[in-house]
């Protein structure tokens, strides 16, 4: 997971949007990054994932991040590692997994200490530190890209941690049609169609999340939503060059009904998810 929250830096002709909500969590004494939604985010995601992990993100991860035996792969902003266990399949020789949250980190601990293989690091994704040594011949950043504050930062951290050469991938919401709050599903009973309604896009935004919804008194967290440009931007200046882009859809199909030719067709339509594949340049 990210590091906390902190002052986003100024793009030219971009200002950032904070939509009115909840203020983030107070953290107590010692907690760093997500530690105050670990315990919710870890029950969300498990041990194998949550069902968008299983059936789309993991499998799209692997197969692009393409794990050759004996490797070294850094896992960034690993959370409590879902993400170890397919890379200890692909028999990757040793995994640098780093997180914000010493609370996360203490559950990927409590899932992978046994294995020498893993190595579990609390740090800062944005910041300069000793995992970011270029010794690694691939990274992963899955789901983490729209929570870290400061992307460019975390950008050219990851870059420094490869081998020349070496391959990243990164997944994330989809910018274009996944804005919390800005996009929504709409119905058209004329045409009986299924649409995808964007009210904000081209402005980043600070967006508060419930991790709780409709229960009241729930946590929150912050998405940022960058434009695609300043997505590929950030991952391009800091030497990582973008080989190729994949746009990712649900897997979930409607239950029968007059809707549900609408709804199948929209789902096949706009995705959910966006995966990029970079190389760090020489």
């Known amino acids: 997971m990210p590091p906390p929250p902190r002052k986003r830096p100024n793009f030219p002709g971009s200002k950032p949007w904070q939509r009115p909500g909840p203020p983030p969590p107070k953290k107590r ?48 902003c690993c959370g409590q590692g879902v993400l170890i266990p397919l890379l200890l399949e692909a028999k990757a020789g040793a995994v640098t997994a780093v997180d914000a949250s010493p609370q996360l980190i203490a559950s990927a601990t409590k899932r992978f200490e046994k294995d020498k293989r893993v190595r579990l690091i609390v740090a800062d994704a944005c910041a300069p530190g000793p995992w970011a ?78 991790t709780h919804p409709g229960q009241g008194g729930g946590l929150t967290t912050t998405f940022y939503h960058r434009p695609v440009g300043e997505v590929l931007s950030a991952f ?30 929209a789902v096949q339509e706009f995705p959910v998810f966006m995966a990029i594949s970079c190389v760090k340049l020489p």
């Not at 949550?50 to 393409?66: C, E, G, K, Q, T």
């Not at 729209?146 to 490869?162: C, E, F, K």
């Not at 190729?244 to 549900?260: D, K, M, N, T, V």
């Open 29 to 76: 004494a010692g907690e760093q990054g997500w530690d105050p939604v670990a315990g919710w985010y870890d029950k969300l995601v498990g041990d194998k994932g949550s069902d968008y992990h299983r059936n789309v993100i993991l499998p799209a991860a692997m197969r692009l991040l393409a794990v050759a035996p004996g490797e070294k792969v850094l896992d960034l």
């Open 133 to 210: 040594d270029g010794s690694h011949d691939a990274a992963a950043c899955i789901m983490a890209v729209h929570d870290v504050p400061d992307l460019p930062a975390m950008a050219r951290q990851t870059a420094a941690a490869l081998k020349p050469g070496g391959r990243f991938v990164a997944i994330f919401m989809h910018p274009c049609f996944r804005i919390p709050q800005q996009s929504h599903w709409g119905w058209d009973e004329g045409r009986k169609l299924q649409f995808r309604r964007v009210d904000r896009y081209g402005v980043p935004q600070e967006i508060p999340i419930l």
């Open 236 to 265: 391009g200046k800091a030497g990582l060059a973008v080989t190729e882009c994949e746009e990712l859809f649900s897997h979930r199909r409607s239950q029968p009904g007059p809707r549900a030719k609408g709804e199948n067709r």
